[in-house]
């Protein structure tokens, strides 16, 4: 999922991402080498949550040099994310 917002992010010329996460979700992504700030106060929602800002291109970069599978998964991987709104199948497939 991380992958699909930063990729959706990138092919509209968005270079920052804010997301409110966990301490727990946060703790895990930067093990995966993601670069992020603090961008402001825990606040509550189902749980503290607290509010990063990562500019997308620096994160990317220092994931993929810092772990082999991000690389791949960046570098390698398959199509990020699909519109709904996209068709799934091919009128041929159906029959």
């Not at 010329?13 to 993601?34: D, E, H, K, Q, S």
């Not at 220092?62 to 199948?89: K, N, T, V, W």
């Amino acid at each position: 999922m991380l992958r699909a917002a930063i990729e959706y992010s990138r092919d509209r010329n968005i270079p920052y991402m804010y997301f409110l996460v966990n301490r727990a979700l946060a703790r895990m992504v930067r093990r995966l080498g993601f670069e992020f700030s603090l961008a402001g106060v825990p606040c509550e929602y189902r749980g503290t949550r607290y509010p990063f800002l990562a500019h997308l291109d620096t994160a990317v970069q220092r994931a993929i040099q810092a772990s082999p599978d991000m690389a791949r998964l960046f570098l390698h991987g398959g199509e990020p994310y699909r519109l709904a709104s996209a068709p799934r199948h091919s009128c041929r497939e159906w029959n």
